[in-house]
């Protein structure tokens, strides 16, 4: 890593400064960490994984016109970033029942919900991320009721956009947490997509085996941790063997 001025370090990334005003650099670590950083763990190649599945999907994002922090990879494991302010809201799009929401409410994992269920979340680790309403994020100020419009809006959409992405190549997106920031241009202000996406916050599951192929396997010592985000990646035609220049398409089952 070339000497530069780390700006944050987050269990599963690093932030440094970027080349120009307003751009940021983020390094994808191999750490991993699952219920509130009480189990830790590294798998290895995750984060040069990572780096290549976020790139494709906030590429394939700002293709269809949804606003992302993601300006370009810069190598394996690094990607040149937009600096946004960061609003400490934690978006959780849910299609399929798993997780914390099967325990809140007993409802059995793997139950498809009766429409995209939308939860929001405080940013904050020392509390363990808690659920919060609209009512506690405008009330506290942490967002206003036009971001939480856009945000809204804007996760819905990604919703519709990854679901159709990975039932293209034989994978349910049972649910996502996305976060955002605002980007200043000017008098203007966008709420833009922000930090990654990738296996480590999302359920993806095979279509038809119902094999999980996400941080669920680390987080319930399924084994084959690595394999699985491999898995995800080969699926979207973005292993990283295949080279820098030699991104291919997803690849369709039938
Ligand atoms: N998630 C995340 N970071 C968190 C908590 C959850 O990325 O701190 C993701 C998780 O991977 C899943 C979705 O958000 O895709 C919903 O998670 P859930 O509420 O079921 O919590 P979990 O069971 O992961 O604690």
Request: glycine share 8%; charged share 30%.
């Amino acid at each position: 890593m070339a000497r530069r001025k780390k700006v944050y370090e987050g269990k599963a990334k690093v932030l440094f400064e970027g080349p120009e005003p307003g751009t940021l650099v983020q390094y994808f670590k191999d750490d991993a960490s699952a219920f509130n950083n009480t189990k830790r763990g590294i798998i290895t190649g995750k984060g040069v994984l990572n780096n290549r599945i976020s790139e494709y999907i906030m590429t394939r994002l700002n293709d269809v016109g949804v606003p992302t922090h993601f300006v370009r990879r810069l190598n394996m494991r690094e990607q040149l970033i937009k600096e946004l302010e960061i609003i400490p809201v934690e978006v959780v799009v849910r299609n399929v029942s798993a997780g914390s929401i099967s325990t809140r409410l007993g409802i059995p994992e793997g139950t498809p919900l009766p429409r995209s269920i939308v939860e929001y979340r405080y940013k904050s680790a020392e509390l363990g991320n808690p659920m919060v309403s609209e009512e506690h994020i405008t009330a506290f100020g942490w967002a206003n009721t036009q971001d939480l419009d856009d945000m809204l809006a804007l996760a819905l959409r990604i919703n519709d956009v990854l679901s159709g992405l990975f039932f293209g190549v034989g994978i349910r997106l049972v649910d996502f947490r996305l976060e955002f920031g605002r980007l200043y241009l000017d008098e203007e202000m966008q709420i833009v997509v922000a930090d990654e996406i990738s296996p480590d916050n999302c359920r993806l599951w095979d279509m038809d085996t119902g094999e999980k192929m996400d941080k669920d396997r680390f987080r319930h010592d399924l084994g084959r941790v690595e394999e699985g985000y491999q898995e995800v990646a080969r699926r979207l035609g973005i292993l990283p063997e295949s080279g820098p220049r030699d991104l291919k398409g997803p690849k369709v089952m039938q």
